[in-house]
C-alpha cells in the first residue's frame, strides 16, 4: 500500500470488502497476486522472466456488478486506497499493473449479456465480458460485432473501452469508441452514472467519449451497449504487391474517397519478407497490402472494380484472392507464441496516427530514429487502420535476446530509451503517442509533450473527479 | 520444479499468452483471473525460478479441470493440461499436495474412488447381479455411476437389456485409474491402478465403457503410461449407435426437442461426435448449440464438485444458459458425471436428459 498499514487496519479494510463483493470474490492469496501483477507489457513478463516480483495489489477484488463496485470505490475513498481495474490483463501500456499496490478490482465476473437487442442493433452487457463472448452472442442471432481485434478473445469490452482499442475491420465499421451506445459507470466517488442514451446529440459534451480511454483513471465503466451488424453477405479479399510505399498511400487515400472496405493493410518490406513471408506466404520483394470489401453482392461486385482500377493507376500488382483470404484465416496466428515476438526478444509496438500528408513521412522518420541510435534493433510496420484523410502506422521494433541486458533495470532502462526515442520522433512529425493501445505507465511521461498546456483539461477531469487521486494512480500521465 | 524440459518449453510459452482467455470454462464461469492457462503458466514458471513457493499455486492447479479446451484453441499446439499434471504429479512427490486432495487421492488408493464410497446401491447390486456371468461382453459402469449416480447406471445395463446383448456386470469393478490420472497424473499409483483394471477387461472381448472419462483415459491414456489392453474397448454411445444402426435396439419418437452437450472426453479426445448425435435423433429432433462438436464446453463433474462445488454448479449453469440462448428445452448429455453436474443446476425451463433416459423414455 502507499503507506505503512498495520496488520489491524488492512484486516478491518479486507472485511468491509469482502461485505462488499463476497468472501469468495476477495483475495490476498499469492497466486491472485502475482497474477494480477503481470500483463501483456514488455517491462512487466521481462520483470518476471528475470524471477523478479512485480509490484502487486495487496488485495484482489471481483465485483459482480456496478453496486459491488461502488461499494467497493466508496472504501477505497475513505480509506484513500489506490484502486486498479483489470479488464483481461491483454494489454501492452502496463495500464492494468496496480503498481501503488493497495486494491486491484478485476471486472470479469461483470460479464453478464443483458440483452440482445436487433431492433437498436446493440448487445448491452457487462463490461468485464470477454469480447469474443459478446461476438458469439451476436452469432446466434445471426449477427456481427465487427470488432475483431487480435487480442479479441483474451480482452474484455471494458479493456477495449479504457484504451480506446481497435479491430482489424476498422475500416469501414469503426474504432471502438464508435461502436458504442450508452454506458454506465461508477464515478471515483462511488456515484453510478449513465452516458447520454444516443450517443450522437447536441446535449452538450460527449460522456462518453470521456470515459473512453480513460483507463480506470476517472471511473471505472461498468455496463455498456455495444452495436453489432448485419453479417455482410459477401466478404472479398484481395492482395496486392506494390513497388513502393508512397504509391500506396496514394492509391489508398484515392480509394476511401470513393468507398470503404473493411480490411486495408500495407506492410512495409520489411515485414512483408518476414511475417507475411512466414503466415501468407508471399515471397516477393515489395510492400504487400490486403484488402478485404464487404457487404450487399452487388455494391461488393461495384467496390471490387472501383479497387482494382485505383490500385492498378499507382502500379499495383494484383495478387488475386488466395493471399487475403489466407491472411484473413491466420490473421489471429501472428499473436500466439512461436508466431509472436517473445522473450528473450526485447520488442514493442509504438502505433501513431496521423494525416496523409504526414503518416509516411512519421514512418520513416521513427525508422530512422530506432535504427540510428538503436543499432542492435529491427525496425518493421504495417498500415492497418484507414480514413478517409489518414491512417496509423503500427511500427514495432525488435531487438534479439543476445543484444538485451540480463539484469532486469538495465533492460528496463533501455527499453525506456528506445520507447522515447521512437514516440519522440513520431510527436516530432505531427504524430500523437499512440493509436489503440492506449498510453497506461509505458508512455504516461510522453502525454504532456503531446498535448502541452492542453493537459490541463485532463488534470482538470482528475482533480474534480478523484480528488484523492486513487484511480489507477501513474497512468495517462495524470 | 522438476518439469520435463517439454513442459517447462510450454510453461514459457504459455505465461504471457492470453489467446485462450476466452474459453476456459472455470474462468468464464468464476471470473477470476487465476482460472486461466496463462496464469498456471505464470505461477509455474515462478516457481521454477524461485520467486513463490510450489505450495502457493497448488490451489490454482487443481482448479484446472483438464478439458482441454485451451490445447484445442491453440493455434500453436501449446498443452496447458499437459504441465498442469506434471505439476500435480511433482506436487505429490514433493509432498506439497493440498490437504483436500491428499483426501480424494487417499480414498482413490484404500477404496478404490475418490469419494470414500464402499457399497453401491441397492438397485444397481440387483441389476448388476442380474449379469454376474461370464460373457465375452463387458459392461464398466465407472466409478462415478456406480458411487455417485447409480440410477443412471442402472439404466444403462436396461439399455443394453433392451436391445437384448449378452453382458457381463461386475460386482466389485476396478477402478480405471481415470480418477488417479487427474489427481496426481503418471504416478507409479495411478499406473498401477491402470495395469489392475487392464488385467480385467482383458478377460473379456469387448469392454463397453460406459462413462467417457474412463473412456479417454483407457483408450488414450493407457498407452501414453504403457497398459496395454487387448480387449476390444468402444465407447457406450458408439455401441449403442450400433445396436441401433443393426435394428438390435427399437427405437421410437419421443417428440422432444433436444440439444446435445458433446462429452470433451469423446468429441475431443476421441473424436467421437456424430454416434451419440446418431442416437438421439432416433429419438428426437435435435438442435446444436453454437460451440458444440469438439468445441464443446465442459460442464462440470463430480470429482471436482468434492472441493468447489459452487464453481460446478456455475459451470453447469452457464452451459444450461448456452442452450437456453438457442431456445432449447432440453440438453442431453452423454457423460453420466457432467449429467449430475447439469442436474443439479437444473432450470425448470430446461430439462436435463441422459442418453438412457431419452432411449428408456
Known sequence: ?478 | MNLSEKSKQHVDSCRFCWMCHHICPIGNATGHERSTARARALGISLVNRNAIDLSEIMDNIYECCTCGACVHTCVTGWDPVMFTKETRLQAALEGKLPSYINTLVDNCLDKGNAYGKTEICEKLAEAAKAHAKKTDTLLLLGTDARYMVCEQAVKAIRVLEKANVEFSVLADEPASGAQLDFLIGAADEAKQQMAAAADVMNAYDTVVIYDPNDAKVIKRIYKEYGVDVSAKTVTFTSYVAELIKNGDLKTTNTEKTVVYQDPYQLSRDLEETEEPREIIKAFATLNEMLLNRDETVWAGNLLMAEYMPAVMNEVAARRIFNAKSIGATALVTACVSEYASLKKAEQTDVEILSIEDLILG
Open chain 1, 1 to 478: 500500500m502507499q503507506y505503512q498499514m498495520n496488520e489491524f487496519l488492512f484486516s478491518m479494510i479486507l472485511t468491509e470488502l469482502e461485505d462488499a463483493v463476497g468472501k469468495e470474490n476477495c483475495s490476498t492469496r499469492t497466486i491472485d497476486k502475482v497474477t494480477h501483477s503481470v500483463d501483456y507489457y514488455w517491462l512487466s513478463r521481462m520483470w518476471a522472466d528475470r524471477g523478479c516480483r512485480m509490484p502487486e495489489a495487496d488485495i484482489i477484488v471481483c465485483p459482480k456488478d456496478a453496486t459491488e463496485v461502488s461499494k467497493v470505490v466508496k472504501i477505497a475513498n475513505y480509506y484513500k486506497l489506490p484502486i486498479t481495474t483489470w479488464g483481461a490483463g491483454g494489454g501492452t501500456q502496463g495500464g492494468a499493473i496496480p503498481v501503488a499496490g493497495g486494491i486491484l478490482l478485476d471486472t470479469k465476473r461483470m460479464n453478464k449479456i443483458y440483452e440482445v437487442n436487433t431492433e437498436g442493433m446493440y448487445i448491452e452487457c457487462g463490461t468485464g465480458a470477454i469480447y469474443k463472448h459478446i461476438e458469439w452472442a451476436a452469432n446466434e442471432v445471426g449477427k456481427a460485432t465487427m470488432h475483431y481485434p487480435s487480442s479479441l478473445t483474451c480482452s474484455t469490452v471494458g479493456g477495449f473501452l479504457a484504451h480506446r482499442g481497435i479491430g482489424v475491420v476498422s475500416t469501414k465499421y469503426g474504432k471502438i469508441d464508435d461502436m458504442v451506445l450508452q454506458m454506465e459507470v461508477v464515478l471515483p466517488n462511488g456515484d453510478i452514472i449513465n452516458t447520454s442514451s444516443a450517443p450522437k446529440h447536441a446535449a452538450g459534451p460527449d460522456l462518453n467519449q470521456i470515459f473512453i480511454g480513460s483507463e480506470g483513471a476517472l471511473g471505472i465503466i461498468t455496463k455498456a451497449q455495444i452495436r453489432i451488424f448485419d453479417q455482410p453477405e459477401e466478404r472479398r479479399f484481395r492482395g496486392f504487391l506494390f513497388h513502393d510505399m508512397s504509391s500506396a498511400f496514394k492509391a489508398a487515400r484515392e480509394l476511401l474517397q470513393k468507398f470503404k472496405p473493411s480490411v486495408m493493410r500495407l506492410y512495409d518490406p520489411a515485414e512483408t519478407a518476414s511475417l507475411i513471408k512466414k503466415i501468407v506466404g508471399v515471397e516477393r520483394d515489395g510492400a504487400f497490402m490486403n484488402v478485404a470489401y464487404e457487404g450487399v453482392r452487388e455494391m461488393v461486385e461495384v467496390e471490387e472494380k472501383i479497387l482494382l482500377e485505383t490500385f492498378k493507376k499507382y502500379g499495383a500488382e494484383d495478387m488475386g484472392s488466395e493471399y487475403g483470404k489466407k491472411w484473413w484465416d491466420e490473421k489471429i496466428t501472428f499473436f500466439y507464441p512461436g508466431h509472436m515476438m517473445d522473450i528473450p526478444q526485447m520488442f514493442g509496438t509504438m502505433d501513431t496516427i496521423a494525416p496523409y500528408g504526414k503518416i509516411e513521412e512519421i514512418y520513416w522518420a521513427m525508422k530512422e530514429a530506432i535504427e540510428t541510435n538503436f543499432p542492435q534493433a529491427k525496425f518493421i510496420a504495417h498500415f492497418s487502420h484507414w480514413y478517409e484523410w489518414g491512417a496509423m502506422v503500427y511500427d514495432r521494433f525488435i531487438i534479439d535476446g543476445k543484444d538485451v541486458p540480463q539484469d532486469p533495470v538495465e533492460a528496463l532502462r533501455l527499453h525506456q530509451a528506445v520507447w522515447t526515442c521512437g514516440v519522440r520522433a513520431a510527436l516530432a512529425h505531427g504524430g500523437v503517442v499512440n493509436d489503440h493501445h492506449g498510453v497506461g505507465i509505458k508512455l504516461g511521461r510522453l502525454m504532456k509533450e503531446q498535448y502541452g498546456p492542453a493537459m490541463q483539461v485532463f488534470e482538470g477531469l482528475k482533480k474534480q473527479l478523484d480528488p484523492n487521486g486513487i484511480m489507477n494512480p501513474f497512468k495517462l500521465g495524470i
